[in-house]
């Protein structure tokens, strides 16, 4: 398999401008506790937060407020000031950028994931796939930026 990296994700903490205005801002995973929180799974309400940084893990407990099963909805109601959320980085830029979320606990997120496109090496490569690897891979590396 041929692996190209072409960027890394994030997972951060975001919270509403507005929400971290009238409950302040966590400092230390403990505060997390005296935070709503919005959580994604499709089973459970979860009840901590697990966070790996190298070969140290942390768990934060936290009280979800909210449970939705999309981070897309997530980034939603963070946005609304439903809470604090958890998300991939790519998925609440955009909300980042216009200013809608903010990200807190940064030195706190666990090392970034990094990212490839993988294919089958053959010789020559395909039409079809150098295509595709011209027009997807400058695209997925702007979005992938680490910031």
């Known amino acids: 398999m041929v692996a190209t990296r072409i960027g890394s994700i994030r997972i951060v903490v975001c919270g509403s401008p507005s929400y971290l205005k009238t409950h302040g801002e966590p400092k230390d995973l403990g505060d997390l506790a005296g935070h709503d929180c919005i959580t994604i799974d499709d089973h459970t309400t979860p009840t901590e937060w697990k966070i790996v940084r190298g070969r140290r893990a942390r768990v934060a ?6 449970c939705v099963n999309t981070s897309e909805a997530a980034v939603l109601a963070a946005i609304e000031g439903a809470g604090l959320a958890r998300v991939m980085s790519y998925k609440m830029d955009a909300a980042r ?3 809608k979320l903010a990200i807190v606990l940064e030195k706190f997120e666990p090392e970034p994931l990094p990212v490839h496109i ?14 595709f690897l011209n027009w997807m891979t400058p695209r997925l590396k702007d ?4 910031s």
């Open 118 to 131: 993988i294919f089958t090496p053959r010789k020559p490569v395909p039409v079809k796939l150098r295509a």
């Open 97 to 99: 950028t216009a200013g």
């Open 143 to 146: 979005r992938l930026t680490v």
């Open 61 to 66: 407990p936290i009280k979800s407020r909210l």
